[in-house]
């Protein structure tokens, strides 16, 4: 059975509906500040765990050897039934409007990641029965909390 990139699988089984969540808003302020938000959630990713048989172990369950190969890799983990940890991710932007002559000047401060959330964003499929740890450490963690400062000029 092979896996297709949208998360549904060759045969008929596919990946349940998954919650995904994104709230943004802006208010200003008195003395000509603005402040905004943006919230979203999102499932973490599916979790695969291939792993390789060689045709020893594989030739007494199949009742005789593989035919065009030495071994074979198999998803041990049902499709759809194993996620990574939901991200949670929160940014925000402060910005001060001055106008000076005719020009408008805007300072801003983004704020990304505010709770400094740390969730995986990828992970390994191949999983090694003797070192399972390394099955479980992810590749790409959710950058930490970042601050930008800005300028834009309106003229």
Known sequence: MSTIASGSTLGGSTTPWQTQVKLLGSYTLPYEVQVAATYQT???PERIANVNFAN???QPALGRPLSQTTSVLVNVIEPGTVYAQRLHQFDLRFTKILNVGGTR???MLDLYNVFNDNVGLTF???FNPANPAFWERPG???PARLAKV???VDF
Request: no cysteine; proline share 6%.
């Open 124 to 126: 390994t499929n191949a």
């Open 150 to 152: 800005g300028l834009q």
């Open 56 to 58: 020893a172990a594989v």
């Open 140 to 142: 790409v963690i959710l």
């Open 42 to 44: 999102f499932p973490g």
């Open 105 to 107: 000047l805007r300072a």
